[in-house]
Nanobody
Framework: VQLVESGGGLVQSGGSLRLSCVVS????????MGWFRQVPGNQRELVAD???????RYADFVKGRFVISRDNSKNTVELQMDRLKPEDTAIYYC??????????WGQGTQVTVSS
């Protein structure tokens, strides 16, 4: 299973970024997909996830600002991030889980929000 992320970068406070993650080698349609983030020295934390039935969960700190979506025809999960804050600065990781293949992670993409 491979997860390839894209879309990170540097943005000013209040700006937007869109992260994308393409999955190969798995049954994407039966997978729960998620985005996590990690600041060096801290634990990795859930940002949002979406089940195969498209049930969605958001961390409180991104509710109303971020939107997670999936496209099963393209094996892709995306995270639209709006009204970004400096405290959103982190490495963002795509996560895949299903009962057949288990948990896999992408390589991470850096998101930096300047004040």
């Amino acid at each position: 299973v491979q997860l390839v992320e894209s879309g990170g970068g540097l943005v000013q406070s209040g700006g937007s970024l869109r992260l994308s993650c393409v999955v190969s080698g798995s049954h994407f349609g039966i997978s729960t997909m998620g985005w996590f983030r990690q600041v060096p020295g801290n634990q990795r934390e859930l940002v949002a996830d979406i089940t195969k039935e498209s049930h969605i969960r958001y961390a409180d700190f991104v509710k109303g600002r971020f939107v997670i979506s999936r496209d099963n025809s393209k094996n892709t999960v995306e995270l639209q991030m709006d009204r970004l804050k400096p405290e959103d600065t982190a490495i963002y990781y795509c996560m895949h889980w299903n009962t057949l293949f288990g948990t896999y992670w992408g390589q991470g993409t850096q998101v930096t929000v300047s004040s």
